[in-house]
């Protein structure tokens, strides 16, 4: 099935059925106005929060990690947010509300951030980092399979690529962080 046809399909599945149901014209409008700007803050958390949260974790505490993860994902939660309600009005996209659209972008970019932070209230750093290894895995796999699922991107080449923007910002963290 082509892109277009994806996204144009009927109501005749369940995400398809549920999208119907929320208001939605079809599964190209809800992409637009919910995926797309969910997609952008989800990637942004995860992605962007790693290297200062390891960093933080290797040099510091599982607490100063805490701290900083937090710090982190509300900080980017609130500039990716802004960001997206400025860059676009929806006028003339068509991607509706500005406000609604900066919501969904700074909430997912926030809870990408928070996710992986959450593992730091243990107080053994390594556990913690372990843990948090994992989460990071959970949420990479999600971001490749929402490509997957709304983008039409092959499941291998999303995960690759997701993979590898995560493994970037990981050895970014650890190295700053066992200087």
């Given amino acids: 099935m082509s892109t277009q046809e994806h996204a144009a399909a009927p109501t005749d599945s369940l995400i398809g059925r549920s999208i119907h149901r929320a208001g939605f014209a079809n599964e190209r409008d809800f992409v637009l106005r919910v995926v797309q700007p969910a997609l952008v803050g989800m990637i942004d958390g ?59 972008t700074g909430g997912m970019t926030t809870l990408g951030g928070v996710f992986h932070t959450l593992p730091f209230i243990i107080s053994n750093v390594n556990n913690a980092l372990v843990v948090a290894g994992i989460v990071v895995a959970f949420e990479l796999l999600a971001i490749a399979w929402i490509r997957h699922r709304f983008f039409n991107v092959s499941m291998r080449r999303s995960l690759l690529v997701v993979a590898v923007g995560g493994a970037i910002a990981l050895a970014v963290g650890v190295a700053i962080g066992s200087s």
């Fill in 46 to 104: 995860t992605v962007s929060s790693l290297a200062p949260i390891f960093t933080a974790a290797i040099a510091s505490s599982s607490h100063t990690a805490l701290l900083v993860g937090f710090s982190v994902a509300v900080g980017a939660g609130v500039s990716m947010g802004w960001s997206e309600a400025l860059s676009d009005t929806g006028e003339i996209t068509g991607r509706g509300s500005a406000i609604v659209r900066g919501a969904i």
